[in-house]
Nanobody, 121 residues
Framework: QVQLVESGGGLAQPGGSLRLSCAAS????????MGWYRQAPGKERELVAT???????NYEDSVKGRFTISRDNAKNTVYLQMNSLKPEDTAVYYC???????????????WGQGTQVTVSS
């Protein structure tokens, strides 16, 4: 069983910064791509950024140059550094993990519980 613990959300002023963390624990053979998604009120959940097990990253266009995703494989943790925050970044941010419980088992996805990020003056 896998658990994801997210932290770091909260209130920031426009132009400010926040850093989200997502720590994975439990029984897994390997961790694959980890990512952050967000969902604003009345909108669909959307991808923010992903990072593969070899460190390759992918970003949604509106956050390029402002957000940085990273991971610490020794700690099974993924981070999202958010700089130059804008009011439109306000959303619930969700961590997503792809993992295998054994070499021969298929990749399984697991979502965190979400953390609120509010950008307002």
């Amino acid at each position: 069983q896998v658990q994801l613990v997210e932290s770091g959300g909260g209130l920031a002023q426009p132009g400010g910064s926040l850093r989200l963390s997502c720590a994975a624990s439990g029984s897994f053979f390997s961790l694959g791509t980890m990512g952050w998604y967000r969902q604003a009120p009345g909108k669909e959940r959307e991808l923010v950024a992903t990072i593969s097990s070899d460190g390759s990253t992918n970003y949604e266009d509106s956050v390029k140059g402002r957000f940085t995703i990273s991971r610490d494989n020794a700690k099974n943790t993924v981070y999202l550094q958010m700089n130059s925050l804008k009011p439109e970044d306000t959303a619930v941010y969700y961590c997503k993990l792809n993992y295998r419980t054994a070499r021969w088992r298929p990749v399984t996805s697991y979502w965190g519980q979400g953390t609120q990020v509010t950008v307002s003056s």
